[in-house]
């Protein structure tokens, strides 16, 4: 699975699609995804699917750069797989993963 980007002609933004497949959640109860589009203060729910995974959509502005990761049963963290790149988060030692618009 991958990050999907779907760019519209008629208005300045983006609809991401973030999925995160059913060997990453391991038979997760809840999956929620931060970021900088969430101010990292509340996460966005995501809806397990029929094959195991879960995803989401959210609405981003292009030409921009977000930093994500994905929250598993409120106890492990965890990058998107297909990230288009990863950068230090700058607390932990850990990477988020980037989503580029």
């Known amino acids: ?7 519209f002609k008629t ?3 983006v609809k991401v699609t973030l ?8 038979g997760a109860k809840k999956v929620e995804v931060f ?6 203060a509340e996460g966005i729910k995501m809806t397990k ?3 195991g995974s879960y995803k989401t ?5 292009p030409e921009a750069e977000y930093q994500f990761r994905y929250l598993i049963d409120n106890v492990t963290w965890e990058n998107d797989w297909k990230a288009d790149k990863y950068i230090s988060n700058g607390v ?3 990477e988020n993963s980037v989503v580029v618009l």
């Open 1 to 7: 699975m991958a990050i999907k980007k779907q760019y």
């Open 11 to 13: 208005k300045p933004e």
């Open 19 to 26: 999925s995160l497949p059913k060997t990453a959640v391991k």
């Open 35 to 40: 970021g900088d589009f969430t101010n990292w």
């Open 49 to 51: 699917q029929k094959d």
């Open 57 to 61: 959509s959210v609405t981003l502005n």
């Open 92 to 94: 932990s030692g850990e």
